[in-house]
């Protein structure tokens, strides 16, 4: 596509159960990120994927999250048993290479209530 | 981890005036990039730096990547109300495997017409 898709745009949920969000890449992007912005605050690195190598999931903030993506194509982040702290708006970004100047979607606003 | 203190948090100017922000970090990047994010939208690249000292223009848009490698700046001349949003600098780190960027913390910007 055009630019860098993720949906759904805005997520309310209880606390406790799973959430599941979805980011489309510009194609032919390699590199994939996800970035967590909470209110009022910078964005905070979450899972990076690059081609078939291992992800970088140093970001990730606790085992209840996780990502995957299938080859270079749509990725999703599941959040476990969901917390208040995890409402946020989670962004994900895509690149040609494991260079600069990410595009970014225009984030999932997830809200646990 | 990684820390970007950007400053002024936040600004309130007049339609015309110069605008100035900067970041600063405790350690050397090989990469600074400015990004403004509107609401409800994700962050959209400004301005791009490679090599410390370098000077970059876009429009009306200036910014350096100080010589230390520890510092940049963003400067907007003439400012009008379309600028209004909030800035963002990003850094990469010489040492890390791809290309995850570190944030800093924003500065929010208003302009009056």
Redo the contacts between chains.
């Keep these: 596509g055009a630019g ?1 898709s993720q949906s759904p745009s805005n997520k309310v949920t209880e606390k406790g159960k799973d959430v599941e969000l979805r980011c489309d890449p510009i194609s032919g992007h390699t ?1 994939l ?1 996800w ?1 967590r912005q909470r209110l ?6 979450l899972i ?1 994927f ?1 081609g078939n190598s291992a992800p ?1 999931k140093s ?1 990730l903030p606790s085992d209840r999250f996780s990502a995957e993506r299938t080859g270079e194509s749509v990725s999703t982040l599941t959040i476990q048993r969901t917390q208040q702290e995890d409402s946020a708006v989670y ?1 994900c ?1 895509s ?1 040609p290479w ?10 999932t606003r997830l809200t646990v209530v | 981890g990684q820390q970007l203190n950007q400053s002024p948090q936040s600004m309130f100017i007049q339609e015309g005036e110069d605008v100035s922000m900067n970041c600063t970090s405790s350690s050397i990047f090989n990469t600074w990039l400015w990004y403004k994010q509107d609401p409800g939208e994700g962050p959209v690249l400004l301005i791009a730096l490679y090599k410390a000292g370098e000077l970059t223009s876009n429009g009306r848009l200036t910014a350096q990547f100080g010589i230390t490698r520890k510092d940049s700046f963003l400067n907007i001349s003439a400012s009008i109300p379309s600028d209004v949003g909030i800035y963002f600098c990003a850094g990469q780190l010489a040492e890390t495997s791809g290309s995850r960027l570190t944030f800093g913390e924003g500065t929010q910007l208003t302009v009056n017409p």
């Design positions: 860098v590199a990120y970035y009022g605050q910078g964005l905070e690195f990076y690059q970088d970001g962004l970004a690149s494991t260079g600069d100047g990410y595009t970014f979607g225009s984030g």
